[in-house]
């Protein structure tokens, strides 16, 4: 299931109808990614050069590099299993993940997928956009798409992430992360995520960030075991 609002997780892993395993006798990973350290101050994103997008936001929207809640939980950081998993393959969910140009905002601002999935791109705006995802291992592609319209993609490798942007409004950025297998969660707004339906085993997980970079930890979640799993990400030099 794919939440396409901003604000709440996408929880795009678990098995499918079609991944190779089972709920029954599976693991789970739950946890928070935690921000640490003077996080950079959120600025308001300027879209003056487009009249309608500006008119859509009586208070303007702030950049979305780094969003944290009061206790640090760090929002739109990917999740995912880097290590463990072997070479069992995965077929792709059945259900399109869909990204939606609202507001001339990408929603959600991170987004992760299958390989092989279908990306919906939806335009809900009364303007156009051109979707430019930019990818270092993947397919290029490059859509203009007028307002109200749809259009489908996919990617056929791993890759995370993979900067979007928008060609007509610069400060339009979003990333798409590709996955071999369906186990990847995006950070909730209280950093929170799920990783569930794992066969039981050792598994080394990533979290990744756009801005702070990765965190990864080892860790062991037995059959119809739950095991906690916080992670943390610190400002880069730089950041
Ligand atoms: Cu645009």
């Known amino acids: 299931m794919i939440c396409i609002c901003s604000l709440k ?3 795009a892993g678990g ?3 079609s991944a190779n395993s089972t709920t029954t006798g599976t693991g789970t990973l739950r946890g928070v990614v935690r921000f640490v350290g003077v996080a950079p101050k959120s600025s308001p994103v300027n879209m003056a ?3 309608s997008c500006s008119k859509q936001h ?3 929207v702030l950049s979305q590099d780094v969003v944290t809640d009061a206790k640090g939980g760090l929002q739109n950081v990917i999740v995912f299993v880097v290590d463990g998993l072997g070479n069992q393959a995965f077929d792709p969910p ?3 993940v869909v990204l939606t140009q609202k507001g001339c905002m990408y929603q959600p601002h991170v987004l992760a997928m299958q390989a092989n999935q279908r990306l919906e791109v939806v335009n809900d705006d009364r ?3 051109n979707i430019h995802p930019v990818p270092a291992n993947n397919r ?3 859509k203009s798409q007028p307002p109200g319209s749809k259009t489908e993609e996919t990617f056929s490798r791993a890759e995370i992430a993979i900067p979007v942007k928008c060609n007509i409004h610069p ?5 798409v992360a590709v996955f071999k297998h369906p186990y990847f969660a995006v950070t909730d707004k209280d950093g929170s995520f799920d990783l569930s339906s794992l066969p039981p085993g050792t598994y080394t997980v990533e979290a990744w960030h756009e801005k702070l970079g990765t965190s990864m930890q080892k860790i062991t979640v037995g059959a119809n075991e739950t095991k906690a799993v916080d992670l943390v990400l610190k400002p880069r030099s730089g950041t």
Request: charged share 15%; hydrophobic share 30%; net charge neutral.
């Open 140 to 142: 290029e592609w490059n």
């Open 15 to 17: 098995p499918t109808a």
């Open 171 to 175: 400060w339009m950025r979003g990333y």
């Open 58 to 60: 009586p208070v303007p």
């Open 94 to 96: 059945s259900q399109p």
């Open 49 to 51: 050069a487009d009249p």
């Open 9 to 11: 997780a996408v929880k």
């Open 127 to 129: 303007t156009s956009h």
